[in-house]
């Protein structure tokens, strides 16, 4: 089964996508401002907005919400017992800024994150990107630390059979005889800093040490900084395989990932409905959670509510109930468990509005049930890749159910895409299968590191290659 997904040149009138199914549903063709209509022959697609792309950093976003809204809720933990107001988070983020720089790291480090979805995941997230510090999350300790030259890890003791700090420790047994913040390991030159988020440990700084050493020397460092940071910066590397081949450290920009969470937020409903609490069981690791979900939160001031540190779709299913949540992301198999669940009948769903699913093919008949069975209408697909900050295409919650069911959505906002030859690289005609390619804000900056593997997939003309073979006819596109 092929997963389908829609490019819009013209949101709404005139559309084109890419199909595999070989059925049009809509005009092949599409109309360029101050052109007459113009027939669609070839793969390509051009999204167009009323909209123009932020020109900002990660830390205002967080700044226009907390001013909107301050007293409104802006996470909510569930298994934690945490809830904290914008205001409340942005002090506490404030806080652990101006902590990190007394620790010594300054604008353009690493620092690690590693860990389940907790209260601290977030708030590192925000800390890092206001300190002008590089976040680096999917820590493959030994390969990261090594190849992004990490200065400072954060991470709890132990979640469920990892045991974090006993892996550090074997790491870098130099720790143990360390001082906090003053690690000298041959193995790991560059790191200096260990912060535990739950425990005292040999050679380790707890997070209320972090917490309570921004003195008033830092928080005037961390205002001055603002004058310094750019929305061209680096501020995340996610490590990805990509199509093939060994992780890499795709090196996202606050221009990246501000202008993804602002469009996917635009297309799915959020600037229509600040008032969304969101359901968040996808990891933050991973840019849909980070991106799609926490700078959803700081961009367009919508309340996210965590069921669980790990994975659990009856947690999901409890945590919609009781906090009235109306939006809900998963990959397909998180909406298939939950939908498995024995007891996923006497779950009051009803403040399920709409939904996003992606992260894998979303086959047809999933979508079907999450509509009938779970009663989440405006539930839309995307697709994308970590590359690409990382939604690149995405469907509308108020399509039909054809479209739910058949496509992955609509090329987003201000994006490209072509379909071409992987051999020639020529653009190939409607109905001819090919690779996708992405141009446009969301293609990150390079893989850390690594000029070679960044040639190899970014074009000199800016064009992302996805290594996703595609079909393209009108209105349609399916991804093998």
């Not at 059979?161 to 790491?171: E, F, P, S």
């Not at 309340?303 to 949540?325: H, K, M, Q, W």
Request: charged letters at 20%.
């Amino acid at each position: 089964m092929i997963p389908r997904l829609a490019l819009s040149f013209q949101p709404v009138r005139n559309s084109c996508a890419l199909s595999a199914a070989g059925k049009q549903l809509w005009r092949p063709w599409t109309r360029h401002q101050g052109l007459p209509a113009a027939r669609l022959t070839i793969s390509y697609a051009h999204a167009t907005s009323t909209m123009p792309l932020l020109q900002a950093t990660v830390a205002e976003t967080l700044q226009r919400s907390v001013e909107r809204h301050p007293d409104k809720e802006a996470l909510v933990f569930v298994e934690g017992g945490v809830r904290k107001t914008f205001a409340q988070f942005q002090q506490a983020v404030d806080q652990a800024a101006a902590g990190l720089l007394a620790l010594g790291l300054k604008k353009g480090d690493r620092l690690g994150m590693w860990g389940p979805n907790t209260f601290e995941w977030v708030l590192f997230q925000f800390a890092t990107a206001k300190a002008g510090i590089i976040l680096v999350s999917q820590l493959n300790p030994l390969l990261v630390f090594v190849q992004v030259g990490v200065k400072a890890v954060v991470c709890p003791t132990q979640f469920k059979t990892q045991q974090y700090c006993d892996m550090l420790r074997k790491i870098c047994p130099e720790i143990e005889k360390s001082s906090p913040g003053d690690i000298k390991s041959a193995r790991l030159p560059d790191l200096r800093s260990v912060i535990v988020l739950d425990s005292r440990q040999p050679g380790m700084f707890h997070l209320d040490d972090v917490m309570q050493a921004g003195s008033s020397q830092y928080v005037q460092q961390l205002q001055d900084l603002q004058k310094t940071l750019q929305f061209d910066d680096p501020i995340n590397i996610q490590f990805t395989s990509g199509t093939t081949g060994a992780p890499k450290g795709a090196t996202l920009t606050h221009h990246n990932i501000v202008n993804n969470a602002y469009f996917v937020g635009k297309r799915v409903g959020y600037t229509w409905k600040p008032d969304a609490r969101l359901c968040v069981p996808v990891p933050l690791y991973h840019c849909f959670g980070s991106v799609g979900a926490g700078m959803c939160m700081a961009v367009h001031g919508i309340t996210l509510i965590f069921p669980s540190t790990g994975y659990d779709g009856r947690a999901n299913l409890a945590a919609v109930e009781s906090e009235r949540c109306t939006n809900l992301y998963g990959t397909p198999t998180m909406f298939v468990d939950m939908l498995s669940q024995p007891d996923f009948k006497k779950f009051d769903l009803s403040s399920l509005l709409s939904g996003f699913m992606a992260g894998s093919p979303c086959p047809q008949e999933l979508v079907r049930k999450v509509i009938t069975e779970m009663g989440v209408k405006g539930i839309t697909v995307g697709y994308g890749t970590t590359e690409n900050s990382p939604v690149t295409l995405c469907g509308s919650p108020m399509d039909n159910l054809e479209r739910k069911c058949e496509t992955v959505g609509y090329v987003m906002d201000h994006l490209e895409a072509k379909i071409v030859d992987p051999t020639t690289g020529e653009i190939v005609p409607l109905g001819m299968t090919g690779e996708i390619m992405i141009r446009g804000y969301c293609v990150m900056l390079e893989y850390w590191d690594d000029e070679a593997k960044t040639r190899e997939c970014i074009t000199k003309n800016g064009w992302y290659k996805t290594g996703c073979c595609i079909l393209c006819l009108c209105d349609k596109i399916n991804k093998n």
